[in-house]
């Protein structure tokens, strides 16, 4: 399995295979999406052409990881002139876990009803997520986060803004996606994620899902190129003051998913807004563990941790309390 990291020390950028416990740099690349581009205009693939550029240069992965190297983890994929032809969304209600938890959060704006909206999607799920080869199955929940300048890399505070009731960690593993020059979309690999939501305003109503996604999330810190995506085991925690006080355990992967890998992108790149030669698509998969199911409330300083078996070093990213005071937004009439 080849990894990748993109790398950043002040205004230079490079590009590195990750070869534990070293990184190797490549000639002359500044961004995944050059060997990306490179790669679908030959027709071959993304590992062969990265593999291609090997320098004789190394870092001391342990040092970068922790911050202690002048080089910077970045954004393991992105676009590199426009930060908004990358979009950023995701698939809810794919874990046994999410269903449980979405469905616990709606149940009194239903009360009086035998099943939630949120539970019947996730039963629909499971009857037609996953149809035969060649087939489409049923669509999944679907929604979007924002463009690329939501997205955070390992070390990156996560922000609940002012304007939010909450904000807590959704551990998953992101799809990351490039749409070549005959508007066809290909899969580069995977990365784990933190899907950063605002649990509490989607409790009140669950129609307030759509706002509560719109908030910073992190992606990193490496890039996966050739994983199976089977059955994935994920490890997620919150630290306080130094000290781990809540963690979690699941799994992810299709095995674990109610809708198979090939449905989500279907019914994805199924708008033709969503296949626009050259942009960048960020999907998250789903979650099926959350501090805020257990009562936890996230606090200025915590570090929420999201590690996946097989995706390399951890994504580690602290979170930062933008103040309680809303400023009143006015638009400027022009007439």
């Known amino acids: 399995m080849m990894r990748l990291v993109q790398l950043k020390k002040g205004n230079e950028r490079r590009v590195a295979i990750v070869e534990e416990p070293r990184l190797q740099l490549l000639e002359g690349v500044c961004f995944v ?9 030959r027709g071959s693939d993304l590992s062969g052409v990265a593999k291609s550029r090997a320098a004789s240069e190394f870092l001391d992965y342990g040092e970068v990881h922790t911050g202690r190297s002048e080089w910077r983890l970045h954004l393991p994929f992105d676009h590199p002139e426009e930060s908004a032809r990358c979009m950023v969304s995701g ?7 999410s269903a449980q938890g979405r469905n616990a959060m709606h149940v009194a704006a239903k009360a009086g009803e035998q099943m939630t909206d949120s539970m019947k999607m996730f039963r629909w799920g499971l009857m037609e997520g ?13 929604f979007y986060k924002g463009t690329g300048t939501a997205l955070r890399a390992h070390g990156e505070a996560l922000e609940i ?7 807590g960690e959704e551990a998953e593993v992101a799809g990351i996606y490039f749409v070549g020059d005959d508007g066809r979309p290909r899969r580069i690999g995977f990365a784990v994620g933190n899907e950063f939501s605002d649990h509490q305003f989607e409790k009140r109503n669950y129609l307030n899902l759509a706002g509560s996604k719109l908030r910073t999330c992190a992606l990193g810190p490496e890039l996966v190129v050739d994983h199976a995506f089977r059955e994935v085991p994920v490890d997620v925690s ?20 109610c809708h198979s890998l090939q449905n989500i992108e279907h019914h994805h790149f199924k708008f033709e807004g969503h ?9 998250f998969f789903g979650t099926a563990a959350l501090s805020f199911g257990d009562g936890l409330k996230l606090q200025e300083g915590d570090v929420m941790q999201v590690a996946v078996e097989g995706f390399g070093r951890p994504l580690r990213n602290p979170v930062r309390v933008a103040g309680s005071e809303q400023n009143l937004i006015s638009t400027i009439p022009m007439n």
């Open 33 to 41: 999406y050059e060997l990306a581009r490179a790669a679908s205009s």
């Open 91 to 97: 698939t809810g209600l794919t874990h046994l876990g």
């Open 130 to 142: 996953r149809p035969e080869a060649g087939r489409i199955g049923v669509a999944p929940e679907w």
């Open 161 to 167: 803004p002012a304007y939010a009731e909450d904000g």
């Open 238 to 257: 919150i630290e306080r003051g130094g000290k781990a006080i809540w963690s979690k355990s699941f799994h992810t992967g299709e095995d674990a998913m």
């Open 275 to 283: 296949r626009r030669p050259g942009d960048v698509h960020v999907h």
